[in-house]
């Protein structure tokens, strides 16, 4: 009666399809790890029998078989990552890696349980550089710890398979193949629950941070726009009065020229000198005085005027300068 519910072998696309659920689940960096081994199978089971997913179902399959299947799969694949190590260490001259992973193949029909050869080509491909099998500072713990702790499991069900003690005939190429030499994967080790947390709490502060310090450059720049603004507005406020200092200071000694008595100098080259000056200095005043009151009524006849009288008054006629 047993053996009507004894599970049937399982298939290249069954062996496909839980490798691809295995790998999700504990490649995972939410929740491939701080789990408990029945909460990783349990998860397993679920998705290898999810009837939502691509692969068509034929067979359900309870979790005690699917652990046992990736116990034999796992272990197959470790071993011949153990040889493709022991192989690479001898440095076959001119080798491809083709030629290696025969090489490899058959060191490893020299264990007893693996005669017949390597069974599991159809996985390899997706397996062979999985995390488990990078670490070369621990490798047997790092592959137990990966795959569940399956050392009870083997004492409760003899037919499942474990790694086998060392087989005469080794000793002639000093390899070891029940030690599972498993490095030299180019895998990373998927990230974990904490450190991406951590990463995206620093992440949001180092963005937190850019963003301040963009806002207090924008406002440095603000400060040396108006900085920049009102020093110009200075200048031009203190041009303004340097001008008028220095027009103030102009019509103060032009009125010394227009205010000194030509009588009084001897000189007649001097005199002659100053009163052109006082001329220049008269008719400068009368055009300015022009320019402000604009050309409104006879202001340009009165200027004039005012100017014919200034010269009138400079040149001696109806006063007590003389003519000369």
Partial sequence: MASQHRSSSYTNEEDLHLCHVYLDISQNPIIGINQSKDQFWARIEYDYNNPQSEFTITQARPKRSLQCRMQVILTAVGKLRG???QIENLNPSGASEQDILNR???LLTQDAKYQKGFKFDHVW???KDIEKFASVNNPTSTFQRQIGNFASSQSESPTSESPTSATPGLSDFSLNINNEEIGGSSAERPIGVKKAKLKRKN???LATVLDTIKGENQQLV???KKGN???QQNFDQNYQLQMQKVATSVFKEENKILYMDLNSIANLNVREFTRNEQLR??????QE???GAGSQGQGSQNNSDDFGQYYNILRGSGNNFPEY
């Fill in 125 to 127: 491909p997706i397996l």
């Fill in 203 to 205: 992440d949001e502060q």
């Fill in 229 to 231: 603004l009102d020093r």
């Fill in 83 to 85: 040889c493709i190590r």
């Fill in 104 to 106: 490899a193949k058959t």
């Fill in 289 to 291: 005085q022009g320019l």
């Fill in 281 to 286: 200095i008269m008719q400068k005043r009368a």
């Fill in 222 to 224: 603000e400060i040396l």
